[in-house]
């Protein structure tokens, strides 16, 4: 998916909210009562190519306000390194090349997660799966009212170029076996860079707080914080299915409706890096889990994946599953 589309159907609203929570369209929590001494540092902006927002609690407003610096800055490190849509970055750069002498450690353990996701859901997360993307955004660009995917001749082409096996990645270098091969690392580096600004926050001193960067994590070190996430209904943009609580956890959602390649809205952009296909098995994916990378790149492969396989691959990392079904109706899987 590109940078600049958001995939993710959060609504964060206050726990303790007597407005119908339909209404809710902004991150708020519930707290122990401490808000006069903590106070909230709020920033809102754009980041990675789409809405962003930093809630941080912390006595000191100056000092809130020099880690949000700090966060910032992280952000605009690590988008030079994944952003598809900057000629200059790093993936760019490996796409166009092939290969990539020393990659930084942050594109390092961006792949060693994903390879260790690409095992647990039998290869339904592989993020080898930008040519499959280039081929149907290319097919609509050129027939927006078509009711077919890209011919089978095209699909059988480009599937040789995707598939994980074909990188190899160390500390001295990423390499792609096949000519024509790119990465998309967007199915996971949101939550990446989401969990790295976490870790920077932390070590500048704050304590609680909540980072919306495409991926939501929050945290609270001191145990008074809780927030309430709701899963959208897509067939009304401001309602809500269901609401659960979040407590020093992350959560991510992903539905094919929200990006279709055909002007009809019939293929989407969750494809099954195995087949080619682009047709999601559910409404809508949400993922709990420890970090926000395991939620955004669990979110994006469960999409194509029988519910069994589902739960095994969500017990390995202790997450949460909500399964919105054909019918809209909301599945809970342990």
């Known amino acids: 998916m590109n940078d600049s589309t958001r995939r993710r159907f959060l609504t964060l609203c206050a726990a303790a909210m007597l407005s119908p929570l339909a209404a809710c369209n902004r991150p708020s929590e519930k707290s122990g009562g401490r808000d006069n001494q903590l106070g909230e540092t709020l920033w ?103 009711d077919e995917p890209p011919s089978a001749q095209q699909m059988k082409q480009t599937l040789a170029l995707v598939g994980f096996k074909h990188i190899t990645f160390d500390e001295d270098e990423i390499r792609f076996h096949r000519k024509g091969m790119g990465l998309s690392l967007n199915g996971i580096a949101q939550g990446y860079i989401t969990d790295r600004i976490v870790a920077v926050l932390r070590q500048s001193g704050i304590r609680q707080a909540l980072v919306d960067m495409g991926e939501i994590r929050v945290f609270d070190d001191i145990g008074e914080r809780t927030w309430t996430v709701g899963i959208r209904n897509p067939e009304q943009e401001n309602a809500v299915l269901q609401t659960l609580t979040l407590k020093n956890a992350a959560f991510a959602t992903s539905g094919g409706y929200g990006t279709t390649m055909d002007e009809a809205g019939k293929f989407t952009h969750l494809f099954d890096p195995r087949t080619g296909i682009s047709r999601p098995k559910y409404r809508s994916i949400s993922v709990m889990a420890e970090t926000a990378a395991v939620a955004d790149a669990f979110s994006t492969a469960f999409s194509i994946m029988p519910e069994a396989e589902i739960q095994a691959a969500a017990r390995a990392k202790q997450a949460k599953v909500w399964l919105l079904m054909p019918d809209n109706q909301m599945k809970a899987l342990a």
């Not at 912390?58 to 949000?68: G, S």
């Not at 790093?90 to 994903?114: C, F, H, Q, T, W």
């Open 44 to 146: 809102k902006g754009i980041a990675l190519g789409s809405g962003a927002e930093l809630r941080l609690y912390h006595p000191d407003r100056k000092q809130a306000e020099q880690a949000v610096n700090r966060a910032l800055a992280e952000t605009a490190r690590l988008e030079k390194i994944f952003s598809l849509y900057r000629d200059d970055s790093l993936i760019s750069r490996l796409n166009r090349e092939g290969r990539l002498k020393n990659p930084p450690s942050d594109l390092l353990a961006v792949l060693s997660l994903s390879s260790e996701i690409h095992h647990l859901t039998q290869g339904a997360f592989d993020p080898t799966i930008q040519p499959l993307w280039n081929l149907y955004a290319e097919h609509f660009r050129r027939y927006p009212n078509a």
